[in-house]
């Protein structure tokens, strides 16, 4: 929708003359020499100003403004290389342009507000933040308070901080505290802060909607609202998957301008009730056996993975385990299409058509009766399979980290509605370490006679008959607690689905004296059952049934933008010779 908008200006910025011109969606300025030549061209995009305010407006070391009355800052969005295979960094660019007088002065303020009020109006203007002081390098209040509260403020943005007290403060606060008057809710830590906010307000969703969310059947309500993330964590793939890369500030504009990501959310449920939702990862056998591996050796930080990698890697196990799944549209798209899910990404837009019909649409993918215990509807045929596996993972989104930068599936998107399920049969350890070593570079670890990879709706994982106890058995079983808490999720709604300690922590403890390391090496046992890692949480469960909800929350960001495809971005900024 192009607008009336137009306003152009000889303006000045320090000794040169420029053209500034303000159409439609975009705000230009160019560099015009003695003869009049037009020299350099700086674009942006009206969405992508943070402010615009009267005089000389500097904000670091503190907002300080010069009031000249026919002077004014703008303030915009800025990219520049993050120099890896991801995504742009984003920095605050600043101009102050000095007007003949203050009724044009007057004029281009004006303009401008009213132009980012049109173009804008999805800009948060009242957050809900949390703080995990403890998380990462413990720098969580720090890079909050230095580096993105000026930025809010510069923006106008009026928030609430909340310095996290205990786990699950920041989920607990956002399932039973008044939430009016906010548009957006943002954590400062890591994916295990992110899966706090993901949990609370997925949980009061649905308490609000009236939906159980127990029940894996049921259309699950998308959240209103947006997720922002900060990272400040140890781990943050959320970020670097829904970025590009870790970076506070570019966080913090992206929550400014106020981007939108939807972004598919997988619920696992074990009989009756829910246990978990998950964004990036629900791995059985390998990533389960290194998270309970690294819960042992907290103490170590980050490191901790790759101990635990190696280690795990070096005990040699499979797990036998019956993988049941729906498969996705196979005409849609596909984990092996060998693209990827970029800002802008075209499968995932035309998704969100399909997900959220027209009510009078019946052709529906997600009907409100999702039929997946059945195989008659038009759903699709479950397919089943059984043997043995390295490792069973299921990730609604590529799962891109800095360790493996194009992700668990690198042609995985974001908000399309599907998760892909990657089966890794039982191999030699040279092969499965090839599989591994893949990751960490462009090869395809899916070309390797090993692995499969499948587009999916569903899935169901299930020990073979006469497995399972013996599987409890070996890695403790239940405890009286543990029962108890699934007695309490199998009778009661929502709220009582999370547990209210870390269960990782427990069964990390449990695993540690049942299940002997390096067993595969050295030993005649190895444990019957693995555990899976739900998002960096052990899940206290072996079978399960997990479904994909499409684009259940959004964030605030808008997916990887590729350096390389952005028309208008050079090395330094948007701005084109
Ligand atoms: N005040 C707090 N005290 C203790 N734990 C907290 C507090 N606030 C949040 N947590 C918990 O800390 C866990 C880890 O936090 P976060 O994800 O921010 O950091 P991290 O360093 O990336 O995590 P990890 O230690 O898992 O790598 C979260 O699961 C969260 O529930
Ligand atoms: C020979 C070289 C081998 C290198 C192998 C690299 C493979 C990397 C794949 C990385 C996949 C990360 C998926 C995301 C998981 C997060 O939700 C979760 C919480 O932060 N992290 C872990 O569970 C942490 C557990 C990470 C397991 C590796
Ligand atoms: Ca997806």
Redo the contacts with the bound molecule.
Sequence with gaps: METDFRLESSLWVGNKRYRALLTGWHFQWTEVDKKNRDKKTISVPVSEVVGVDEGQVEILPQKSTEDTDKDFTVFYVKRSSSGGLHGLLWRLGRIQFSCPSRVLRDQWTQHLRTALKTHSPVRPHRLLV?I??????KK?RQIYHSLVAPLFELAGISSHVI?????????DHLLKKDLTGFDGVV??????????ILHGLIGRTQQEAGLCENDPSVTLQPCPLHIGIIP?????CVCYATVGVIDPVTSALHIIIGDSQPLDVCSVHHTAALVRYSVSLLGYGFYGDVLAESEKH?WM??LRYDYAGTMVYLSNRSYAGIVQYLPADPLLSSPRDKTRCLSGCSVCSKSTGRLFPHPSDSGSLYSSHFSQFSNDSEEGEWVSVEGRFRCVSLTCMSSSCPKSPLGLSPSAHLADGTGDLILVWDTHPLGFLKFLYRHTSTQDQFDLPFVEVHRVKAVRFSLPAGKEEEAFEETGGLDEEERRHVETISRNGSQQQLTER?MGQEIANEQKSATPFLCGLCCSKAPAASVWNCD??ILPFTNIISRIHGQLVRLYARGIEDGATMHSCSEENCERA
């Design positions: 949390f995990n002081p403890f998380g990462g390098k969580g310095v996290t007290e205990r786990a699950n403060h920041a989920r954590c400062v830590g890591g994916d295990g802060m992110f899966s706090e400040a964590g140890s781990t943050d907290r930080g980050p870390s960096g949480e």
